[in-house]
C-alpha cells in the first residue's frame, strides 16, 4: 500500500501536470491600472478526474467520471497497465451508474438522466434511453439481459430491455420516498434500495407486485444505499451508524447486523459478495473489510487511501479492485496484498470540473471541487493541486491560514501556505454533512461554519471553533426546521442567512428562508425575521459601514436589513437567483452565476459590470471571491477562473 502523504503529493503532482501554468494576473493586480470589469483569465478554474463508477468486460475496466465536460467513460487495459481508449458521454453532470451486459456496457448520467451503450467490440457508444427522473443513480443487469435503473426525485425503478429498446416503468418502490439508490436483479425479481427511510423492496419481475425485506429491527434506518447480491443472500450498506445487512434472500428474516469497527464509521458505501465473503467499504475511514458469512467473522483488510470513498468494488481473476476518485486499489486474497493504482499516470483524462468554491487569500486563489482545490499563485499563474478526501464547499482566511469546509461529515480543515496537506480540525457530527458558510468573529476568536444534515435529517447546525484554545463546539438546532445556509459576524453576534431545505430527500416543512441572530457568547438565539416573502434561501451575507446588514435571496433580490429596527429598508432585484455578496465601501458586488453587478448603496441602483459569465458551478449554486484589496473579484467564466477588475467603492 502506498503511504498516504506520498500518494497526496504525487496525485496532487499528476494533476497539476495535467493543468497548465497560466499566464501570470501580477500585471492585472496594478490598482487603478484597469477599468472596472476587466476580465483576466486565469485559465480552468479546477482540473480534476474523479471516477464514479465502473465495469470490466474482459481484461479491460471501463472507469466513468463525474463532473467533467463532457464526461468519459476511459478503458484501462490491465495488461497494458495503461488506459487505452476514452469514450465520451455527452450529456449529463456524471456518471453514478454502469453495468454490462455481455460484452455491451451501460451508463446512466444525472441531471440529466441518460442511459448510453458502449460497444466494446465496435468502440461506440450510443444513447439509447432517457428519463424524466434527476439522477440515475444505480444500475444492474439480470441473468436474461434486461437493465435495472434505481433514480432519485422520485424514487423510481425502470427496466430496459436492449433487445428491443424499449423502457418500462416499474414505478415507485417506495412511495413517498425520494431515492433509489442501490439496485440489484436475478431471475425473478429486482430489488431496490431506498432512502432517505431505509426499505429493501423486492419487486417481482413478471407480476410488479412489490414486497418488503427490510427486518423490523432496522426498519428506523435511513438508508440501504449500497447493495450486492449472490445466488442466495442480498448485503447492503446502511446509513448512517456504519452497518451492513446481510440477509437470506429466500428467508429475510434470517439476517444480521455487522457493525464497521473502525473508528467514526457512518457510511457503507460499497459492497460485493464473492467467494463465501462479502467485501465492503466504509467512510468517512476509508477502511476496506470483508466479512465471512459461513463464520459470521469481520476481517479488516486495511485502509487503501485514507478517507477517500469508494464508489464500487468488483471482482476479476480472483482479485477485488476498489474504484475510488482517480484511482483503484487491488486486494488479493491470495497474499493479502493491497496496491494503489493512479488511473491518471496510466493516462485517465483530466480536464475541467465544475467547481464549487472560490476563495483569494491575497497571494492565491483556491477553487474547491471533487478531491481537493486547485491552488492558483496570482503573480506566477502556477496551479498546484490541494489534495482532500471530500469537497471544500467553502473557505475563509485568518491569519496566514485558510479554513475549508468540506463535504462530507461536514469536516473544518485547515491549511498553511507551502505545505502540501491541510490538516484536519474536527468533524461536525451531529448528523451534518454539507459546510455552507465560513465567518470570523474578531470579538471572540471564533469561526463560525454553519452546515446542512444529512440527506433524510432535521435541522442544521452552527460549529464554532476556537484556533486560540482548540474548542470545537456544535449547536443544533439554530434556526428550528431549517439550515443555515450563510453566515456574517459582528461584535460577537453572527447573522445567519437559512435554507428552507433540511437533509436532501426531506421534503422543507417551512416555505420562507430566514434572518436571525445568535450571540456567540451566550450561545442564544436572539431573534428571526423572514426578509423576503417566499425565499428558499438566503445566499449570501454582508455588512456595510453603519448597522445596515445586507443580502441575497434566492429570488435574485438583494436586500438591506437595519439592525436597529430589526426590518428590511429597501430591496432591489438584481439577479436571476441568489448568489455571493459583497459590500465594500458604498458600493456592493453580487452574482447569480451568470453576470457581476454592481449595487450602488446610496441610491440603491444595479447594474451589470460583467455579462455572460456562464458560469458553470456544481449544483448551480454561483459563487464569487472578493480580493482582500478590495480591487478585485474572482468568478468563473465557464469552467475557466477569472480575475474582475473592480473600483471597490
Not at 437470506?248 to 455487522?258: L, S
Not at 453580487?590 to 441610491?603: E, F, H, N, Q
Not at 449554486?621 to 474572482?634: G, I, M, T
Amino acid at each position: 500500500m502506498i503511504p498516504r502523504r506520498r500518494f497526496l503529493q504525487a496525485a496532487a503532482a499528476t494533476t497539476a501536470a495535467a493543468t497548465f501554468t497560466a499566464a501570470p494576473a501580477r500585471a492585472a493586480i496594478r490598482e487603478n491600472t484597469q477599468p472596472e470589469g476587466t476580465i483576466t483569465d486565469m485559465g480552468p478554474a479546477s482540473v480534476a478526474s474523479p471516477l464514479g463508477n465502473g465495469e470490466f468486460v474482459g481484461g479491460v475496466l471501463y472507469a466513468g467520471s463525474r463532473g467533467l465536460s463532457p464526461n468519459v467513460v476511459g478503458a484501462y487495459d490491465l495488461a497494458k497497465d495503461s488506459v487505452t481508449a476514452h469514450f465520451d458521454i455527452p450529456t449529463g453532470v456524471g456518471i453514478w451508474a454502469m453495468c454490462k451486459v455481455g460484452t455491451d456496457v451501460y451508463v446512466g448520467t444525472h441531471a440529466r438522466s441518460d442511459l448510453y451503450k458502449i460497444d466494446t467490440v465496435a468502440n461506440q457508444v450510443t444513447k439509447v434511453a432517457e428519463y424524466p427522473d434527476h439522477y440515475i443513480w444505480t444500475m444492474a443487469s439480470s441473468p436474461d439481459g434486461k437493465v435495472y435503473l434505481g433514480t432519485s426525485e422520485p424514487g423510481r425503478v425502470w427496466e430496459y430491455d436492449p433487445a428491443t429498446g424499449t423502457s418500462r416503468d416499474l414505478g415507485q418502490p417506495a412511495p413517498g420516498e425520494a431515492y433509489v439508490r442501490s439496485i440489484q436483479a436475478d431471475d425473478t425479481h429486482v430489488y431496490a434500495g431506498i432512502g432517505a427511510n431505509a426499505h429493501l423492496i423486492a419487486i417481482d419481475r413478471a407480476t410488479g407486485d412489490k414486497r418488503e425485506l427490510l427486518p423490523s429491527a432496522v426498519a428506523d434506518r435511513d438508508w440501504v444505499a449500497s447493495l450486492a447480491m449472490s445466488d442466495t443472500h442480498l448485503a447492503g450498506g446502511m446509513n448512517s451508524l456504519g452497518e451492513l445487512l446481510v440477509l437470506e434472500k429466500a428467508a429475510p428474516q434470517n439476517h444480521k447486523v455487522v457493525k464497521a469497527t473502525a473508528a467514526g464509521e457512518k457510511y457503507i458505501v460499497s459492497v460485493l459478495i464473492h467467494d463465501g465473503y462479502v467485501y465492503f467499504a466504509g467512510r468517512p475511514s476509508g477502511t476496506f473489510y470483508r466479512y465471512h458469512l459461513a463464520t459470521e467473522q469481520l476481517e479488516v483488510l486495511g485502509v487503501p487511501y485514507f478517507e477517500a470513498a469508494t464508489h464500487r468494488l468488483l471482482a476479476h481473476e480472483g482479485r477485488i479492485y476498489g474504484i475510488q476518485d482517480s484511482a483503484v486499489f487491488v486486494y488479493d486474497p491470495a497474499t493479502g496484498s493491497l496496491d494503489y493504482v493512479n488511473l491518471v499516470q496510466r493516462g485517465f483524462k483530466s480536464a475541467p470540473e465544475e467547481p464549487m468554491s472560490v476563495h483569494s487569500d491575497g497571494r492565491r486563489v483556491y477553487v474547491g471541487g471533487k478531491g481537493g482545490a486547485d491552488v492558483h499563485d496570482i503573480a506566477t499563474g502556477k496551479v498546484t493541486r490541494l489534495a482532500i478526501s471530500g469537497e471544500p464547499k467553502t473557505l475563509l482566511t485568518v491569519g496566514d491560514t485558510t479554513y475549508l469546509g468540506v463535504y462530507t461529515q461536514a469536516a473544518l480543515y485547515a491549511h498553511r501556505p507551502g505545505k502540501a496537506e491541510a490538516e484536519l480540525i474536527a468533524r461536525t457530527g451531529n448528523q451534518q454533512d454539507r459546510p455552507r458558510d465560513l465567518a470570523y468573529d474578531n470579538a471572540t476568536g471564533l469561526i463560525v461554519m454553519p452546515t446542512q444534515p444529512e440527506p433524510g435529517h432535521m435541522n442544521g447546525a452552527l460549529s464554532l471553533y476556537s484556533p486560540g484554545t482548540g474548542t470545537f463546539e456544535t449547536y443544533r438546532p439554530v434556526v428550528e426546521r431549517q439550515t443555515v445556509y450563510s453566515v456574517a459576524t459582528r461584535r460577537g453576534v453572527a447573522y445567519l442567512g437559512t435554507l428552507i431545505q433540511e437533509g436532501l430527500g426531506l421534503p422543507p416543512v417551512t416555505t420562507t428562508a430566514r434572518l436571525a441572530a445568535f450571540d456567540l457568547r451566550t450561545r442564544k438565539l436572539l431573534w428571526q425575521t423572514e426578509p423576503i416573502p417566499g425565499a428558499r434561501q438566503i445566499s449570501s451575507l454582508s455588512f456595510g459601514r453603519t448597522d445596515m446588514l445586507y443580502g441575497m435571496a434566492s429570488t435574485g433580490e438583494v436586500f438591506e436589513f437595519d439592525l436597529r429596527s430589526r426590518k428590511v429598508t429597501r430591496t432591489i432585484k438584481v439577479g436571476s437567483k441568489g448568489g455571493e455578496l459583497f459590500v465594500t465601501g458604498r458600493v456592493a458586488y453580487c452574482t447569480d452565476g451568470a453576470a457581476i453587478y454592481k449595487i450602488d448603496l446610496v441610491a440603491f441602483t444595479a447594474k451589470p459590470i460583467v455579462e455572460g459569465l456562464a458560469g458553470q458551478w456544481f449544483g448551480g449554486e454561483p459563487k464569487l471571491a472578493l480580493d482582500p484589496s478590495h480591487r478585485a473579484l474572482y468568478a468563473v467564466r465557464a469552467r475557466n477562473l477569472v480575475r474582475v477588475a473592480i473600483a471597490g467603492r
